[in-house]
């Protein structure tokens, strides 16, 4: 294995050979999760999840994840945290380093908090999502899904649509599938289309048919209404029928086109609730699936690492 790296805060820090081993593990786990579920790797480790945001899948993902390798696994209630009572973020880095914890998965609603934490914890640190900044793990599951659909992460035409100004998910992915050598292109109104975007290496399109031409991946994001402070779309109705993925507009990808969505998905918004459910074209279920063996792999490397580190002091 070529992954080096303390922690995993971005994909912006990772070669693309760091991208292919931690790839190459989690599909490991996806067969080990269909058999034993059950690994012992990270046992007699700590992992605490810290999720300031609230969180479904992303932190029930982690949690089902560090329990399969066998790690003791905690989950702060932030929202009851003294946090809430005016603790710094380094305070609260102190008191974990009393706890003496091994890994520690963050998300957080401003971005660079968790690059913060990792600075001042004695443990690995795995960014969950922090503001409009980077979402690694999902970024690395939607590689992983691509890579066991297609047969292959490179040379690809994806397009991302939707809300990439507000979206982590979409910039981590932008970073990885370039890394990958693929053709990326994104589709959005311009009022949710960051400016300067192009200097990513990317295609800007504002029309869902010319953006979608004979793509092989259709990547839907969701309106992030949480971090939107105006009116960026003039409605709900308006918004899908221009930019709402539909058989109509999917039909100008190619036949063999999948479909993903990060999720939580609305319905009848982003996406017609019929197409997202078709087995032939969506994988959106297998993005669930793909988040546990890549948390899985993820949390492996880092504890394979940390030990080294540990052992050598």
């Known amino acids: 294995m070529t992954f080096k790296h303390r922690h995993l805060l971005g994909i912006e820090p990772l070669a693309p050979s760091d991208i292919t081993s931690l790839l190459d593990l989690a599909d490991d786990y996806v067969t080990l999760n269909r058999t034993a579920k059950h690994s012992d790797v990270l046992a007699g480790l700590t ?7 609230n969180s479904t899948r992303t932190q029930a993902s982690f949690e089902i994840a560090g329990k399969r390798l066998g790690a003791d696994v905690m989950n702060m209630a932030m929202q009851a945290s003294s946090i809430k009572k005016g603790e710094t973020l380094i305070d609260t880095a102190m008191t974990l380093n009393a706890m003496h914890p091994d890994l520690l998965v963050v998300r957080h609603p401003q971005s660079g908090a968790v690059d913060l934490l990792a600075q001042k914890v004695n443990c690995a ?13 999902q970024a690395l599951l939607d590689a992983l899904t691509i890579r066991r659909a297609k047969g292959r992460l490179h040379r690809l035409s994806i397009a991302i649509c939707g809300d990439i100004a507000h979206s982590r998910v979409a910039r981590s992915n932008i970073m990885l599938l370039g890394k990958m050598e693929n053709r990326i292109r994104l589709i959005a109104p ?6 300067g975007i192009e200097d990513f290496g990317v295609e800007v399109f504002d029309d869902m048919a010319e953006g979608l031409k004979d793509v092989d991946v259709v990547m839907m994001l969701r309106l992030q209404k949480e971090r939107m402070d105006g009116g960026f779309i003039p ?4 918004y899908y029928h221009r930019f709402g993925l539909d058989s109509e507009k999917l039909a100008h990808a190619k036949p063999d086109a999948i479909v993903m969505h990060p999720g939580p998905m609305n319905r009848g918004v982003e996406i017609d609730g019929t197409l997202a459910d078709d087995i032939n074209r ?32």
């Open 47 to 53: 992992q605490i999840n810290m999720f300031f945001e």
């Open 125 to 137: 640190v795995l960014n969950a999502g922090d503001g409009r900044h980077e979402h690694p793990t």
């Open 190 to 195: 311009p009022t949710l289309m960051p400016s």
């Open 235 to 238: 409605s709900e109705r308006e």
């Open 282 to 313: 969506s994988v959106i279920q297998e993005q669930v699936e793909m988040g546990v063996a890549v948390r899985m792999a993820a949390m492996d490397l880092l504890a394979q690492n940390l030990r080294t580190e540990r052992n050598a002091a």
